[in-house]
């Protein structure tokens, strides 16, 4: 399976905090069956994103920990205007091993009514945005319209494996399958943290997808289309499933 958003690399955001953490979640990682991780670390107000030190954080965890899982670069990219501005200018800087696939996050506070605007002009810098966990964003759950419209525009979109697990409670579940449901999701990742909590383990989310869904769609979700992320490639997209036309989808189905 590949991976393409995790905080793995130690001292650098609210992920691992040492070295020794960083190698156990790789470790854990490799035990479920991961051959390849990016490495996420967050670009916003808080966390400032340096790419050299970015690139020895991942030689120095590379070389602790073995060949595998492949680590690589990326970027947890928040839509801040000093970010936007920066990526138009250097559009490989925050893109998954510096190619063409930028994953996003939104603020828990604010979803700007320019965001269509906003990617528009990333694609025609050559960056493809990824929305990350939308099904955790509560200003999301209410807009998944507006998300499925950016998606008809050239997003894609990224859920939290736990979140298929009931790890971010009922609502999280609940929107991550509506998600599913209506072919809205294009890569499931681990978003992992630390080794308790917020893991790299991925394969129970697969196993429950092949179950709940189909293997064929766990395979795309889990490696196909996430392989294609790292290697900057197309990837081949299932057209959104219509609306029921006497239900709104977004709403909860418990």
């Given at each position: 399976m590949v991976d393409i958003h995790s905080h793995i690399l130690s001292g650098l955001d609210d992920g691992a905090a040492t070295l020794e953490d960083s190698i156990a979640?790789?470790?854990?990682?490799?035990?479920?069956?991961?051959?390849?991780?990016?490495?996420?670390?967050?670009?916003?107000?808080?966390?400032?994103?340096?790419?050299?030190?970015?690139?020895?954080?991942?030689?120095?965890?590379?070389?602790?920990?073995?060949?595998?899982?492949?680590?690589?670069?990326?970027?947890?990219?928040?839509?801040?205007?000093?970010?936007?501005?920066?990526a138009l200018a250097h559009p490989p800087k925050y893109a998954i091993n510096h190619l063409c696939y930028l994953l996003v996050e939104f603020s828990d506070l604010l979803i700007p009514r320019t965001t269509q605007e906003i990617f528009d002009r990333l694609q025609g810098a050559g960056l493809t945005p990824i929305v990350t966990h939308p099904e955790r964003n509560a200003l999301l759950h209410t807009r998944l319209d507006q998300l499925q419209s950016w998606v008809e525009n050239g997003a894609l979109v990224q859920v939290t494996a736990g979140s298929l697990l009931g790890v971010f409670g009922r609502t999280a579940k609940s929107i991550a399958t509506q998600l599913m449901n209506r072919n809205l999701v294009h890569f499931i990742a681990s978003d992992a943290h630390d080794t308790r909590h917020r893991t790299p383990v991925l394969r129970d989310a697969y196993e429950y997808v092949e179950k709940a869904w189909n293997p064929s769609l766990a395979k795309l979700l889990f490696i196909t289309a996430p392989q294609a992320v790292i290697v900057g490639e197309e990837i081949k997209l299932l057209d959104p499933a219509p609306v029921p036309a006497n239900k709104k989808w977004y709403r909860f189905g418990f």
């Open positions: 979640m790789l470790r854990l990682a490799a035990e479920s069956g991961t051959t390849d991780i990016v490495a996420t670390p967050h670009a916003n107000t808080e966390f400032s994103f340096d790419p050299g030190l970015i690139g020895q954080k991942i030689a120095e965890l590379q070389d602790a920990a073995g060949p595998l899982p492949r680590i690589h670069r990326g970027c947890d990219f928040h839509l801040t205007l000093e970010n936007i501005q920066d």
